[in-house]
Structure formats: structure tokens, C-alpha cells
């Protein structure tokens, strides 16, 4: 096996990545006889045998299991539509939105109203157009107060870090509650606007940077200003 990238360096479609069956092609990446080739421009990721390339740009493409921040768009006698950054809305339904019994005639606005933010997660993805959500499951549900900002989709894993590290670190700095959709949409709440500001502006800083080395040192050096 030969690697000819090393870890986060940028590469673009149809540079030669690795020779040999020993690596194995991931996302963003295919083989071509022994060789493993990029299909988009991305950061490179080796994890194992794995060789994926992290797109640096585009748009976010829901994925089963996906954590989601998105608003309620539309609220009908079945359940409720929601905007999660794709071309299509969610659809919620009312068993999958609660564990508590909800007559057929309620008035559905009491548990999820039209422009309540909610933090979701994806059960079934078929096709483009159909997207089923959950709010049933820890820390899924209405989102009050905070701010929400939004950040390029393939950045969500710089900004959550390696096992929750980097997310960890700016929790612990700024003291405000952050919840980080597969989305690019980041729910802030902090004791103080000051607070929020500052994880704002940490996180904005990871997603103009994730490409570049140190990061989690220069994120830290931040903070402690």
C-alpha cells in the first residue's frame, strides 16, 4: 500500500490518492484498478484503510440518522412539514413527534407551531422527496430562545471535533448550551449575548479554517483571550 497525500491536505478531481487493494475508497473518492482517485475537490481524511475526501463546499444532502436543526414550515391534521436546508420539507408525524396519545381532532399547534425551531432527527430517506423526521429520543425538540447560525454542511465535523472534542472545548469556554445539526444550522444559548457572540465567532472562525493544520490549538489560544 502507498499513500501519496498525507492527512487534511487539499486535493482535487482525479489526483491519485493511494496504490495498492490494501486502502479501501470512501466518501467523496473511487478505485481505478489499483489505485484510489479523487472524485471532488475536498480535505483528505485517512481513518484506518479508509481514504475519503471531505468536500470543502455544497450543499447539505440528508442521510438517515442525521441530526437536524429545522423550522416547522407548514402544520397540518396529520402533522407538521419542516424546512431542513434541502429542496424538499420533512414531513413529522404526530406518533413520531410525541410518546404521548394525540386525538385524532387536536390542535396540533400545541406541541409544534408554524416557525418553531426543532432539533430532529432523520428516520427514512427515500428518494429526494421523502424525508421522515423524529423528536421522540434525547435532546430532540423545540428549540427556545438562542440564536441559530448557519455553516457549511461538510464543516460540521471540524466544528464537532474528533469524539466531540472541539464542541466540547467551546461549551466549556463560553458556557452556552450549542447544538450542532448534519444540516449546517447551530443552535446557540448562552447566559449572556456576550457569550453567544463569542461561540459565533468561534465557530465561524473553525469553518473559514477547517482546511488548515492546528486548529484545535488556534481555537483554544482564542478562547483563552
Known amino acids: 500500500m ?24 470512501g466518501f467523496g473518492t473511487y478505485r481505478e484498478g489499483d489505485n484510489i482517485i479523487a472524485k471532488q475537490v475536498g480535505l483528505l481524511s485517512l481513518s ?12 447539505y444532502v440528508p442521510k438517515k440518522e442525521d ?3 429545522g423550522k ?11 424546512d431542513i436546508g434541502w429542496a424538499f420539507e420533512a414531513g413529522l ?9 394525540i386525538e385524532k381532532k387536536a390542535d396540533l399547534t400545541q406541541y409544534y407551531d408554524f416557525g418553531d425551531i426543532i432539533s430532529a432527527q432523520i428516520t427514512h430517506v427515500a428518494g429526494s422527496k421523502i424525508i421522515d423526521l423524529t423528536t421522540k429520543g434525547p435532546g430532540l425538540r423545540k428549540l427556545k430562545g438562542g440564536r441559530i447560525i448557519e455553516i457549511t454542511s461538510s464543516k460540521v465535523p471540524r466544528v464537532i471535533g474528533k469524539q466531540g472534542s472541539m464542541i466540547t472545548l467551546i461549551k466549556e469556554k463560553t ?29 465561524n472562525k473553525i469553518e473559514h479554517e477547517a482546511h488548515l493544520d492546528g486548529l484545535t ?7 483563552e483571550k
Do not use: H
Not at 484506518?48 to 450543499?59: E, Q, W
Not at 414550515?73 to 407538521?80: A, K, L, N, Y
Open 175 to 203: 458556557e452556552c448550551k450549542i447544538i450542532v445539526g448534519q444540516n449546517g444550522r447551530v443552535w446557540i444559548s448562552g447566559p449572556t449575548p456576550e457569550k453567544e457572540i463569542l461561540a459565533v465567532d468561534v465557530i
Open 2 to 25: 502507498e499513500i501519496l497525500v498525507k492527512e487534511k491536505d487539499i486535493v482535487v478531481p482525479g489526483e491519485l490518492l493511494a496504490r495498492g487493494m490494501e486502502s479501501l475508497p
Open 72 to 82: 416547522v414550515v407548514d402544520v397540518s391534521f396529520s402533522g407538521w412539514r419542516v
Open 217 to 223: 490549538d488556534r481555537i483554544k489560544e482564542y478562547l
Open 93 to 101: 408525524n404526530m406518533k413520531d413527534a410525541t410518546s404521548e396519545f
Open 67 to 69: 441530526l437536524i436543526i
Open 48 to 59: 484506518g484503510r479508509i481514504i475519503r475526501v471531505i468536500p470543502l463546499s455544497g450543499r
